[in-house]
T-cell receptor
Framework: ELKVEQNPLFLSMQEGKNYTIYCNYSTTSDRLYWYRQDPGKSLESLFVLLSNGAVKQEGRLMASLDTKARLSTLHITAAVHDLSATYFCAVDLKGTSYGKLTFGQGTILTVHP | KAGVTQTPRYLIKTRGQQVTLSCSPISGHRSVSWYQQTPGQGLQFLFEYFSETQRNKGNFPGRFSGRQFSNSRSEMNVSTLELGDSALYLC?????????????FGPGTRLTVL
């Protein structure tokens, strides 16, 4: 059974600081997704990583994928308050998932002034 | 392009009742997945439909069922509601292009069971 684990689960940051969220998964896969969820809202797609070594950046967020280590990272650069949200990684298995994403527990990020 | 829509947005039901939730996917998307989100269990996959066929199902009891119509719109039904069914129910659609599974989520239906 595919398991996806994120750490940390809670992250309190000061504005301007850098930090990384880690996402480990248990079964070989080269398809990983990052989502953001604001309180009371739905999930917003941030990044889609589809191969080993994939790196994508959008603003202050950068995501990467190491399929050999079964690890994805979401790096936050110079955090700002607007980045406060819950971040989820999700994995699916090519050819067998049929619409099923397996999500991590989520990382609740709070950025303080 | 319109996003995924879900109705109703909020529902309050009592134990033993049944409920039907509706989801309209992004135009052109034929895959619709349903998830349950709770503080304790996180995001859990319920089932997925593609071209009116259920292709995948999560580990939920038979009280949870769904269907998809020819226009790709989907409904899920929960019968004999229990307190533990209180959750945010999210629907997501995708193109399922070559198995590529980026899913776009609707706003969710928040179900409260009293």
């Amino acid at each position: 059974e595919l398991k996806v684990e994120q750490n940390p689960l809670f992250l309190s940051m000061q504005e301007g600081k850098n930090y990384t969220i880690y996402c480990n998964y248990s079964t070989t896969s080269d398809r990983l997704y990052w989502y953001r969820q604001d309180p009371g809202k739905s999930l917003e797609s941030l990044f889609v990583l589809l191969s080993n070594g994939a790196v994508k950046q959008e603003g202050r967020l950068m995501a990467s994928l190491d399929t050999k280590a079964r690890l994805s990272t979401l790096h936050i650069t110079a955090a700002v308050h607007d980045l406060s949200a819950t971040y989820f990684c999700a994995v699916d298995l090519k050819g067998t998932s049929y619409g099923k994403l397996t999500f991590g527990q989520g990382t609740i990020l709070t950025v303080h002034p | 392009k319109a996003g995924v829509t879900q109705t109703p947005r909020y529902l309050i039901k009592t134990r033993g009742q049944q409920v039907t939730l509706s989801c309209s996917p992004i135009s052109g998307h034929r895959s619709v997945s349903w998830y349950q989100q709770t503080p304790g269990q996180g995001l859990q996959f319920l089932f997925e439909y593609f071209s009116e066929t259920q292709r995948n199902k999560g580990n939920f009891p038979g009280r949870f069922s769904g269907r998809q119509f020819s226009n790709s719109r989907s409904e899920m039904n929960v019968s004999t509601l229990e307190l533990g069914d209180s959750a945010l129910y999210l629907c997501a659609s995708s193109l399922d292009y070559q198995g590529y599974n980026e899913q776009f989520f609707g706003p969710g239906t928040r179900l409260t069971v009293l």
